[in-house]
C-alpha cells in the first residue's frame, strides 16, 4: 500500500485545486463587473439615460399645473420605465439586483400616484411623488457602473 500513498496524495491535491479553481456555488457568482457583463449593462443603458435626461420635463409640467401634459408624459415617453429600468436591473450584479428591483418599483409606484394626483389637481402631492421618483431613480443609477 506504501507506494500508492503519494500519488493519492497528488490525486488529492488535483481534486482540490479544481474544487477551488472550477468553483462552489460561490466562484459562479461574479462580484465585479467583467467586460462581458459591462457590455451587458451598456447595452441597456442609452434608453434609462434618456428617461432620465427628460425627467425635469415633468416638473415644469406640474410647476404650471399641466395636468393635460403630466398625464400624456408619465402614459407617453415615461410609460417605457417599467421595461427599460427593469431590462436594466437585470443586467445588474447579483449582489446588486434585489435593490435595483425594488428601486425600479419605486420608481413606477411614484408615477402611478402622480399620475392620479395630476387627474385631481393635486399640484402638492404631484410635487412630492416627482421628488420620490427623482430621488429613487437617482438610487437606482448609483447601483449601476454606466452612471458611476
Ligand atoms: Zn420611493
Redesign the pocket.
Known amino acids: 500500500m506504501g507506494r500508492f500513498r503519494p500519488l493519492l496524495g497528488i490525486l488529492l491535491a488535483v481534486v482540490a485545486s479544481c474544487l477551488v479553481a472550477c468553483g462552489g456555488p460561490a466562484a459562479k457568482i461574479p462580484t465585479t463587473y467583467t467586460p462581458e457583463l459591462l457590455q451587458q449593462v451598456e447595452l441597456y443603458t442609452p434608453a434609462v439615460a434618456e428617461l432620465r435626461d427628460r425627467f425635469p420635463e415633468l416638473q415644469g409640467y406640474i410647476q404650471q399645473k399641466d395636468w393635460v401634459n403630466v398625464q400624456s408624459f408619465i402614459h407617453g415617453p415615461m410609460g417605457e420605465m417599467r421595461t427599460r429600468v427593469n431590462r436594466l436591473a437585470g443586467t445588474l450584479l447579483t449582489k446588486d439586483k434585489p435593490q435595483a428591483q425594488s428601486?425600479a418599483k419605486?420608481?413606477y409606484?411614484?408615477l402611478e400616484r402622480l399620475d392620479e394626483a395630476a387627474a385631481n389637481n393635486q399640484q402638492v402631492i404631484a410635487g412630492q411623488e416627482y421628488r420620490?421618483?427623482l430621488?429613487?431613480f437617482d438610487s437606482f443609477l448609483s447601483l449601476v457602473p454606466t452612471f458611476q
Open positions: 428601486l419605486e420608481i409606484t411614484h420620490n421618483a430621488d429613487d
